[in-house]
């Protein structure tokens, strides 16, 4: 029995990022969630599980880098390792992309179920970046996971699907849920246009995980593939970025207060357990 907790213990946590509105930041979460757990030292996979919109390649800069993807995997043509690519050329940071068009055919809930026990041996953290429909797919992925982080925009009419997520996972039996709020905007909440934190925990039942604020500069920095702590560690943290800091850090166990360091941001590499890693690139110099 102890020699079975040690095993269990040692094995990844498989993280399924959801909501079933549409636009709320599932893959911005997704990839800057991801970024800064491995900029705190964990190996990490991404799997894009938004099979037929496909765009978690962009937002991680890895569009032209894809010669397989997770269909591949699941239909047995590849290995799973043969099917990531490394997140700006990270060792220790993967992804497995989407397919672009699925074919009719089914897959069964058992490949998926292959692939997650064969990848999360291998990394800390697997990130699974769903739909926003409860497609097959949808419901073959999230029963792999071990947790749910639900992802909702500051609005009242988001919080309530976020709600309907909650209840539909955990009719699935996902029990263990964290809410994640998109694009805070404060001063909307101080006016009372939109509902503020206390609000929103009181109409949630799920646990709240986190606060994104609303920044211009992160939709700009997604279309340039720029993620969080990766990059010039000299330059001065966004607030998103420091927000990611606090969410990796409060998945990781520890006790950060939801808006610590917001108003008084630092030096990328200044952050507590912040590491520099090195590139392919730098490596090959």
């Not at 040690?6 to 990022?17: D, M, P």
């Not at 496909?54 to 800069?61: A, H, Q, S």
């Not at 976020?162 to 001063?187: C, D, W």
Request: glycine share 8%.
């Amino acid at each position: 029995m102890q020699r079975l907790a040690k095993e269990v213990a040692a094995l990844g946590r498989v993280i399924f990022v959801t909501g079933f509105k549409g636009g709320v930041g599932k893959t911005t979460v997704s990839a800057n969630l991801a970024a800064t757990l491995y900029a705190l030292g964990n190996k990490v996979l991404v799997i894009d599980g938004d099979f037929g919109m496909r765009c978690m390649d962009m937002v991680l800069g890895l569009e032209s880098e894809m010669l397989f993807d997770c269909s591949d995997v699941l239909a047995g043509r590849c290995s799973p390792m043969a099917a990531m690519c490394e997140v700006g050329g990270e060792t220790g940071f993967s992804f497995i992309p989407a397919p672009m068009n699925l074919a009719d055919t089914k897959i069964p809930k058992a490949a998926f179920a292959a692939l997650i026990n064969e990848v999360r041996a291998d990394f800390d953290f697997v990130i699974i970046d769903s739909c926003a429909e409860m497609t097959d797919y949808y419901m073959s992925f999230a029963a792999t996971a071990d947790e749910a982080v639900i992802v909702t925009l500051h609005q009242s009419t988001s919080v309530r699907a976020a709600e309907k997520t909650a209840a539909r996972l955990s009719a699935m039996g996902i029990s263990k849920q964290s809410l994640i709020v998109n694009g805070y905007r404060a001063s909307f909440a101080e006016k009372g246009s939109l509902p503020d934190i206390v609000d929103i925990i009181n109409r949630s039942s799920v646990r709240l995980l986190g606060v994104v604020p609303y920044c211009e500069r992160l939709q700009a920095s997604q279309e340039a593939a720029e993620l969080s702590f990766m990059g010039d560690m000299k330059k001065k943290a966004s607030k998103w970025e420091a927000a990611f800091y606090n969410i990796a850090n409060r998945l990781c166990g520890n006790r950060v207060l939801l808006f610590e360091g917001a108003e008084s941001l630092k030096k990328r590499s200044s952050y507590k357990g912040i590491q520099q890693h090195t590139s392919r690139e730098t490596r090959e110099e």
